[in-house]
């Protein structure tokens, strides 16, 4: 899940995507949710130097990462 910045509204998935962290953090140990600059972050350390984030109308996003 990619977290939207601090005050940016509120949509209409926030209360299933709060149900689905829930779950998440019961089901397996050290669960996070991060912002974008975190996966950036992330994923430039483990050497995808681009990547895309696809925000779709669902409680989940999907991030494409790619090698250069």
Known sequence: MVLSP?????DVFD????GMDM?????F?????RTEVE????????GFRRYN???IPT???IIE???E
């Open 53 to 55: 984030v696809i925000k």
């Open 65 to 67: 990462a790619y090698i």
């Open 6 to 10: 601090a005050g940016t509204g509120v």
């Open 39 to 46: 996966w950036k972050r992330i994923l430039e350390e483990a």
């Open 23 to 27: 779950i998440m953090l019961t089901y």
């Open 15 to 18: 209360e299933a995507r709060i």
């Open 59 to 61: 409680t989940v996003s």
């Open 29 to 33: 140990d050290g669960g996070k949710e």
